[in-house]
């Protein structure tokens, strides 16, 4: 991997000839990883960024390196912080699953302009007082975090246009170039109703999306189909993980969340059999080492609390 440039948003590193990861610089206005692939005679990207001006820089970058065209936009799931730039790429064939564009239409709903300005302000006012209140240095610096990439939303706010995905599949797309081809796989959704990751068999490079993160609580939808999809990942001859947020990584990166999932999933599950309360459950529960550094606004808490309530109510619709 090697270093090629880095720009007020993000640091561009080559990961084989041809293929690329943008990694956020934390607090910028990115806030997501992307990456961009030359497939011969067109460019692929991967992810657009959590702002207009973050999408731009990106694409600029990209056709500027590789001396092509931008030809698709690979949507991973439709969390703003990795698809509010996609208005840079709307001459290009946006590509996601079903399910994300149907999320993308219902979940990230822009309102009026001014309204939606003062609920940002609000919402980042919020989020000062909670800095200045709390003492915990991991989470403060989380919260530090989710304020500055807050703040470079907001300031592009006035001009963010949402542009959906116009192609759609299901399970998997492969693209084929006359350099290399891609392989888009959707196992299901675990961080979201519907996750994609993008696949190069020939490098043995996948770009994850959210589905693998760096030491972050992530947010987790479904604990059950999570756990399956990072099996059948595991499965694949992949070397190389480009993750939705942190650093460029290894197999390391996927063991290291499985085992976070199975605490998860293990800790509720026994919680629920012993008849404990949520509230019982979060006071007595002790984050292992491990996860003591990793970020996340609530620390350990909210996915404790998802996927305590994801087996109970499983549990009471039970026959
Ligand atoms: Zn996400």
């Given at each position: 991997m090697t270093r090629v440039t880095e720009t007020d948003f993000f640091i561009l590193n080559c990961l084989s000839e041809g293929v690329y990861a943008a990694i956020a610089k934390p607090?910028?206005?990115?806030?997501s990883n992307a990456g961009f692939v030359d497939l011969g005679e067109e460019l692929l990207v991967f992810d657009s960024f959590s702002t207009p001006s973050a999408g731009i820089e990106l694409r600029r970058h990209a056709e500027n390196i590789t001396g092509k065209r931008a030809k698709y936009l690979i949507n991973s799931h439709y969390h703003g912080d990795h698809v509010f730039g996609n208005q840079a790429f709307e001459d290009t064939t946006i590509i996601s699953t079903s399910l994300t564009k149907k999320w993308f239409i219902e979940k990230n709903v822009i309102g009026d302009l001014e309204r939606e300005i003062e609920e940002t302000e609000k919402y980042l006012n919020n989020l000062k007082i909670q800095i200045e209140n709390n003492q915990e240095q991991v989470i403060r610096d989380s919260l530090i975090n989710q304020f500055n990439e807050m703040s470079k939303v907001l300031v592009d706010l006035p001009r963010l246009k949402l542009v959906l995905p116009t192609v759609i599949f299901e399970e998997k797309l492969i693209i084929e170039g006359s350099k290399r081809k891609v392989e888009l796989h959707c196992l299901?959704?675990?961080?979201?109703l519907s996750d994609t990751f993008m696949y190069l068999p020939e490098e043995k490079i996948a770009f994850m999306g959210d589905l693998v993160t760096e030491n972050l609580h992530l947010p987790i939808y479904n604990p059950d189909e999570y756990k399956s999809i990072l099996r059948q990942v595991k499965e694949m001859?992949?070397?190389t993980f480009v993750p939705g947020h942190g650093n460029v990584g290894n197999r390391e990166q996927l063991n290291s969340l499985e085992r976070y999932i199975s605490v998860l999933i293990n800790s509720s599950l026994q919680a629920l059999e012993n008849n404990h309360s949520i509230d019982s459950f979060l006071l007595e529960f002790t984050t292992p080492k491990e996860y003591t550094e990793w970020r996340g606004v609530n620390g350990i808490k909210d996915n404790l609390t998802k996927i305590y309530n994801f087996y109970s109510l499983a549990n009471s619709t039970k026959v």
């Open positions: 607090g910028h206005g990115a806030w299901g959704g675990g961080h979201t001859d992949i070397i």
